[in-house]
């Protein structure tokens, strides 16, 4: 229990240090979005898709998944792209 308290403890103070230099920034963000770019990428944990694009939160809309990997039979990828298209 002690690792999920300390991830816990670190978003609190990412968050806060984020309040603290871009005051508006959760605020801007709960608006809404429509990013122009549809990201699929893997779910493996080293490869962030705003990282290895240099992209800030709300430019790039994701997808992951395991491999890359799009099938007509799965509704999560589905409506993730049908939201990345009609958006």
């Known amino acids: 229990m002690d690792d999920i308290n ?3 403890a670190r ?5 806060a240090q ?7 920034f959760f605020s ?13 990428g893997c779910s493996d944990s080293r490869v962030p898709a705003t ?19 799009v099938q007509q039979s799965d509704p999560n990828c589905m409506s993730a792209m049908q939201y990345a298209v009609l958006s």
């Open 51 to 69: 990282q290895v694009t240099g992209s800030a939160p709300g430019e790039v809309f994701v997808h992951r998944c395991v491999a890359n990997i």
């Open 28 to 40: 801007g963000l709960a608006d809404g979005q429509s990013p122009p770019y549809f990201w699929i």
């Open 18 to 24: 984020v309040k603290e230099d871009e005051p508006g």
């Open 11 to 15: 978003n609190a103070e990412w968050a």
């Open 6 to 8: 300390a991830l816990l």
